[in-house]
């Protein structure tokens, strides 16, 4: 078989049957090995959306996303989605085109070392210049890219090996580690039955290992409060009496102080992102610490734990509930009453918290944060954020990549003005292949996340963040075939937000947001968590 068929025909067996790309010169075999093979290939219109898309059809499916792209520029275009799915450990397997094994080194056309500069962002890499290797790698990435930490893996394929015959095997064996380590357990539940304060600090680990009924039950037994990374965010639906809320720079003042008052935090798949801990040093600063993790290489990385259990979150969760016998039961604070929205103009908690979907992506600013403080996250309400990166314009491509996977589900960008040109383009593939994505537009005509900085810590210079030149939001959409409708503040939100749902197709709701607007609480940088600011000083 020749090595391009061999490709298209590994990919189908994984039980995949869509991917996300762009051609180019040094992959043109296996482009045309995909006529007529079954496998659907996504065009996008710009290969960093090819990542975004292939992570959320990967949080969608279950299963790992594929990008195919070109040698050169297709590889360099891919950089940003790779360390994004590094860095929020989603497994992506990319395949680069390369130039022929007796070009490589030369400078030939489009040639780029893409193994060498995706090394530091990828979970691991392979460059298949063998053809008797090729089968073998292609079916080492899929495993490396959905086993333990998932996260992406790239294969850089020259062209000639494209050309080739490619034996089929043999496949190596492959024993994915499962199970955890439970050397630690008997130490953890004895923290638990000492603990008058324990506290749960849940991260998206808990949604990587599927493992939210585990984390659930657990949270039951103790009785603790939980507090929630941003990636976190659904362990526990929005109204559960156990949730404290979103922690760290923008989280809820109560979860911030239950973080300070605690004197056990169990941190379930988390990794004490310094977003989520503010100043490290004074993070939690009376607690024990009990983690729990797949990757070995998170327990201690930040904070040394008192206790770990390395493994996966599915068998070491049940484990360690079934031994603690909690010690002391304690309530955190109330919910502080939502602030008045005193601006002149639509308020995004509204918007936000009128928003039932089976799935929300978002992009990277204020409305990232205002998505993550005021949607109802409801069980089976899939949330998927830019997190680790922080990468403006994933939000479109994500949510793409997340219908064609779920095509009956109702899939939402949350999305601001700036984000939404980093990757307007991706507006054509949202037509070319009629997915009925609802887009909401918080537009405040700047980039709003980097003006509140400059509001606050640097004396309301503005700098380079003005974006009221933006086109019409829904002439832009108009241009793509997409209707739309604004959002001002005499249209009640609820009942826009229920007509683009209720559209059959994509849509896109403009909210005409106020400039001005902040994201509160906010914990400057550099700051304890305590050391929030509740509004405007
Ligand atoms: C690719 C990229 N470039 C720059 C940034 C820095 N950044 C973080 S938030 C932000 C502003 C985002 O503006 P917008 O999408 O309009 O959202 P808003 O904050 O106004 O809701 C910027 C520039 C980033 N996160 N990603």
Redesign the pocket.
């Known amino acids: 078989m020749k090595g391009a068929r061999l490709v298209v025909e590994s990919i189908l067996r994984e039980g995949i049957h869509t991917l996300f790309g762009y051609p180019g010169g040094a992959i043109m075999p296996v482009y045309d090995a995909l006529v007529g093979s079954g496998l659907r290939h996504i065009l996008v219109r710009h290969e960093q959306a090819a990542v975004h898309a292939a992570e959320g059809y990967a949080r969608a499916s279950g299963k790992a996303g594929v990008v195919l792209v070109t040698s050169g520029p297709g590889a360099t275009n891919i950089v ?1 989605g790779l360390a994004d799915a590094m860095m929020d450990s989603i497994p992506v397997v990319a395949i680069t085109g390369q130039v022929a094994t007796n070009l490589i080194g030369t400078d030939a056309f489009q040639e780029v070392d893409a193994f060498g500069m995706t090394l530091p962002i990828v979970k691991h890499s392979f460059l298949a210049s063998r053809p008797e290797k090729l089968a073998e790698q292609l079916w080492l990435s899929f495993r490396i890219a959905t086993s333990g930490r998932q996260g992406p893996v790239h294969v850089d394929l020259p062209k000639d090996v494209t050309l080739s015959d490619c034996p089929e095997g043999p496949l190596p064996s492959w024993r994915p580690r499962g199970g955890f380590d439970g050397s630690g357990l008997d130490a953890a539940a004895r923290l638990l039955s000492e603990a008058k304060r324990p506290l749960l600090y849940a991260g998206g680990g808990v949604h990587q290992a599927d493992a939210v009924r585990e984390f659930r039950a657990l949270a039951r037994k103790l009785q603790a409060p939980v507090v929630c990374t941003l990636k976190g965010l659904g362990a526990l639906p929005s109204r559960h009496p156990l949730l404290l809320g979103m922690m760290g720079m923008h989280g809820t003042a109560r979860a911030n102080r239950a973080l300070r008052e605690c004197d056990l935090l169990v941190a379930v798949g988390a990794r004490f992102d310094d977003r989520a801990t503010g100043k490290l040093s004074e993070f939690a600063p009376g607690a024990k610490v009990i983690h729990l993790d797949v990757d070995p290489a998170e327990i201690g990385k930040l904070r040394r734990p008192d206790a770990s259990v390395v493994g996966h979150l599915r068998e070491s969760l049940p484990a360690l509930a079934e031994s603690a016998e909690p010690g002391g039961a304690w309530r955190a604070e109330p919910p502080e009453p939502p602030a008045e929205w005193t601006l002149d103009s639509p308020c995004p908690r509204d918007v936000l918290q009128a928003i039932d979907a089976d799935l929300v992506t978002t ?6 944060m205002w998505a993550a403080q005021f949607l109802r996250f409801e069980d089976g309400m899939q949330f998927m954020t830019s997190g680790g990166l ?4 994933f939000g479109l491509p994500a949510a793409i990549g997340a219908q064609v996977a779920r095509p009956d589900a109702r899939v939402v960008c949350v ?6 040109m ?1 990757m307007a383009h991706e507006l054509a593939t949202v037509r070319r292949y009629r997915l009925p994505v609802k887009i909401v537009l ?1 537009d ?1 005509r ?6 509140q900085w400059q509001e606050l810590f640097f004396e309301n210079r503005e700098s380079e963040v003005d ?1 009221s030149d933006n086109p019409d939001f829904l002439e832009l959409a108009a241009v793509f075939g997409i209707p739309g409708r604004r959002v001002t503040r005499n249209v009640d939100a609820a009942d826009a937000v229920a007509e683009a749902m209720a559209a059959p197709g994509p849509f896109l709701l403009h909210v005409e947001i106020e400039r001005q607007a902040g994201v509160w609480p906010l914990v400057p940088p550099g700051k304890a968590n305590h050391e929030m600011l509740l509004s405007k000083p």
């Open positions: 940003t992009d990277v600013g204020q409305h990232q922080g990468t403006m314009g999305t601001g003005d700036g984000s939404l980093m918080l405040n700047c980039l709003g996340m980097v003006r974006l």
